[in-house]
């Protein structure tokens, strides 16, 4: 892995934080941080629920099971409804969780307008029809569950969706790999076909070499994979990628395969026929700067729902991939920096929200700190140093390709055993019991 053990100084600040109190704030004082957590590596291991889980968050809820901070749930996966995902939290936590509150990679798109009216093609598995189409607003609460889950707040506004399965049934002589899945005889030309305008990679696929052979297809020939093609078109169509994880933690001994080892695939065949470099229109997911300020805003939304006065000045982000969960949280906190400091020579004067409301953009976010759990991806080297002026990162980049390696953006702020001792080491620093 990227980094090679080095607890900072965390596990020491833990040992007065006692049992988790049951009020609502912390001597009243209204939260003025919240979390961002990662689920795969962190929460569960696949099915099963990582043990300190559920304690974080008891420590995270008062006695009738009221949050007492807001939380966001910041995954990479994709392969699912926010619904869906809210509801297995519930039952792994023993809580309940909101879809507002689950940030799935693919969830940004929403923001993407600009692509939603074009015919795009969309892989992954899962649901990835549902998720990308948009369906008129219905209330929650009085939907049938088929209606359900293709409601507005998990859909994300693509109203001409092609799949890989309705590609390949199209154009059943492009998929030609598996051969119990070849036509027996000479299909007749498939007409009426859309033409795809753009690609959106949700997740991995299950047939890799399908969905690999499908899209380059559609990139070569400019959306019309029917037709002969007269040259490679380049710019090629715009291509959207959601997840850009290497290697993802569940219950085996060894991280499995994410999309970025798909994306890898992908964008190694497209150079080596064409000769070209594969170009993104976006990258979304973490360690995306996007998915992180789209983060920022659901914590303020939901402090705001809550009726906490004090603005969010901090953000703690626990994760256990240092390639996508520290590198993310670390680059937002540097975005955040970067901010503070246009704000300042622009001569921006923060005025207290309570005064102003309208000045709620200039009372920003301070800093995002990443804090790295041992119970997913990362492993502690205990026998490396402690010092972390004396930490080692290895030269192996897990990153992806767009994302230049930079040693300090995958050095957490703090290493730690599991999420709640994360937990206790975020009120600890916050003076919060």
């Known amino acids: 892995m990227a980094l090679r053990g080095c607890v900072r100084a965390g596990r ?10 049951r009020r609502g704030c912390a001597g009243g004082r209204p939260p003025a941080f919240g979390f961002l957590f990662d689920i795969d590596g962190v929460l569960v291991r696949g099915s099963q629920v990582v043990p300190a889980a559920r304690e974080a968050f008891r420590r995270l809820s ?12 910041l995954t990479n996966a994709g392969n699912c409804l926010r619904e869906a995902k809210a509801r297995e939290l519930s039952q792994a936590l023993g809580l309940q969780v909101y879809p507002e509150q689950v940030i799935l990679s693919h969830s940004p798109l929403r923001l993407f307008s600009q692509f939603h009216p074009k015919s795009v093609l969309v892989a992954g598995q899962g649901p990835v029809e549902e998720n990308a189409r948009k369906y008129p607003l219905l209330c929650s609460t009085n939907c049938p569950p088929l209606i359900l889950v293709k409601c507005t707040v998990s859909c994300l506004g693509f109203k001409r969706v092609v799949t890989i399965e309705a590609l390949r049934k199209a154009y059943p002589l492009l998929d030609m ?3 119990s899945r070849r036509p027996k005889e000479l299909p007749p030309p498939s007409t009426g076909f859309p033409t795809i305008e753009g690609v959106v990679l949700f997740g991995e696929p299950v047939r890799w070499e399908t969905s690999l052979q499908l899209i380059i297809d559609v990139l070569l020939s400019n959306g019309n994979p029917g037709a002969e093609p007269e040259g490679i078109p380049y710019p090629h169509l715009p291509v959207l990628a959601c997840n850009m994880d290497l290697l993802w933690m569940a219950e085996a001994k060894m991280p499995r395969f994410g999309h970025g080892t798909f994306l890898l695939c992908l964008e190694n065949i497209y150079k080596k026929v064409t000769g070209r470099e594969l170009k993104y229109e976006a990258l979304i997911g973490k360690p995306s700067t996007v998915t992180y300020r789209y983060a920022e805003y659901l914590i303020k939304e939901q402090a705001e729902k809550h009726g906490w006065k004090a603005p969010i000045r901090r953000l703690y982000a626990i994760g256990d991939n240092p390639m996508s969960d520290v590198y993310g949280a670390n680059l937002y906190n540097n975005y955040l920096k970067s901010a503070q400091q246009n704000q300042v020579q622009a001569g921006v004067k923060r005025i207290p929200q309570a005064a102003n409301p309208q000045t709620e953009d200039h009372v920003a976010v301070e800093s995002c700190e990443s804090i790295l759990v041992c119970t997913g991806v990362y492993r502690h080297n205990a026998d490396a140093s402690r010092k972390p002026e004396e930490c080692n990162t290895e030269t ?7 994302f230049c390696f930079d040693p300090s953006l995958v050095e957490a702020s703090y290493i ?3 999420v709640n001792e994360a937990v206790q080491l975020a009120f600890e620093k916050e003076n919060w019991s």
């Open 12 to 21: 020491g600040a833990l040992r007065n934080a006692g049992p988790p109190a």
């Open 62 to 73: 008062d006695a009738s099971g009221r949050p007492r901070v807001p939380v966001v749930f």
């Open 177 to 179: 790999v598996d051969q």
């Open 396 to 402: 192996v980049f897990h990153g992806h390709r767009d």
């Open 416 to 418: 730690v055993q599991d």
